[in-house]
Nanobody, 114 residues
Framework: QVQVVESGGGLVQPGGSLRLSCTLS????????MGWYRQAPGKQRELVAS???????NYADSVNGRFTISRDNAKNTVYLQMNSLKADDTAVYYC????????WGQGTQVTVSS
């Protein structure tokens, strides 16, 4: 059974950095396209960044230049490095693993506040 587990969220001041991790188990990680999504209170879930199995990346305009997605197939893990964080980045961040069907993690809270 495929399992997706996120970690690394927390409270950070504006301008600070966080790195989120997402580990997949129960399947061959390297074939999955991986994505980070976020959902703020009262808003729809939105795509933040994605990376394909051959390392092509895509970013939402709102995070382009501040966030970096990467993957380590040896560790079955995808990362989201978040720099220059803003209050608007506050949300629950979800990891998605996609190969024919999508698998979601439980989410990790990121709060940007002074």
């Amino acid at each position: 059974q495929v399992q997706v587990v996120e970690s690394g969220g927390g409270l950070v001041q504006p301008g600070g950095s966080l790195r989120l991790s997402c580990t997949l188990s129960g399947a061959t990680f390297s074939i999955f396209a991986m994505g980070w999504y976020r959902q703020a209170p009262g808003k729809q879930r939105e795509l933040v960044a994605s990376i394909t199995s051959d390392n092509r990346t895509n970013y939402a305009d709102s995070v382009n230049g501040r966030f970096t997605i990467s993957r380590d197939n040896a560790k079955n893990t995808v990362y989201l490095q978040m720099n220059s964080l803003k209050a608007d980045d506050t949300a629950v961040y979800y990891c998605n693993a996609q190969w024919f069907v999508g698998h979601w993690g439980q989410g990790t809270q990121v709060t940007v506040s002074s």
